[in-house]
């Protein structure tokens, strides 16, 4: 694989491209539902509708937002693949599934395990015996220490700090900065050190 295709036309995507150019990976083509450019680093910029003869072809989803980027993704008939930046340090015994993209900076320690269509952004830090599910954002420089679960759709906002063996539940809302030391139950957003929960997303 030298060639891939990005959904997602926007800041995120433009990283994305970064990380796929460290590792010696062209960008054939971005592909958007409504895109706002013709070309992005002087890669075409395409709508959804008209991108039929890329179907089959190597993709990520270039998509920053976690409820979008599994609605994608379960509409897409390519083959996802995973992009893990040149800088980045992934323990051999870590696991890490297709459509998730790991940024510069980051490390991954042993037996991490983390889902398909996550983004681990630049300089996180993510410990030993993690589990981190699908359709997760880990924002820059985010510590997850030991032992941590994450569950799906989850998004831990830039420098928040997750302490060992805390379990977090599906489509939460960690603040920025945040400094984790209880289990946060599903839907529910955090913020502050200690963090606390002040709103849920939905009706669990």
């Not at 590792?23 to 509708?49: G, L, M, Q, T, Y």
């Not at 395990?113 to 981190?132: F, L, P, R």
Request: hydrophobic share 40%; charged share 20%.
């Amino acid at each position: 694989m030298n060639k891939i295709c990005l959904f997602g036309a926007s800041g995120h995507g433009k990283v994305v491209k970064e990380v796929a150019s460290s590792i010696d990976i062209n960008v054939e083509v971005f592909i958007d539902d409504s895109p706002k450019h013709k070309f992005i680093h002087k890669i075409p910029v395409i709508i959804s509708n008209e991108a039929s003869k890329y179907e089959g072809k190597d993709l990520l989803i270039s998509i920053g937002n976690n409820l979008i980027r599994k609605e994608v993704s379960e509409k897409l008939n390519n083959s996802f693949t995973k992009l893990i930046h040149k800088s980045a340090i992934v323990s051999s015994t870590a696991n890490i599934l297709k459509g998730t993209v790991v940024m510069a900076g980051v490390i991954i320690n042993a037996d991490t395990q983390i889902g398909k269509h996550t983004i681990i952004n630049t300089n996180a830090i993510i410990e030993h015996d993690c589990k981190i599910e699908d359709y997760v954002h880990v924002s820059p420089n985010a510590t997850i220490t030991g032992n941590v679960i994450i569950g799906e759709g989850t998004h831990i906002g830039a420098g928040a700090i997750i302490l060992p063996n805390i379990s977090i539940g599906k489509w939460v809302t960690i603040g920025a900065g945040s400094v984790v030391l209880d289990n946060v139950p599903d839907f529910a957003t955090v913020v502050g050190n200690p963090a606390r929960i002040i709103k849920y997303n939905k009706d669990e």
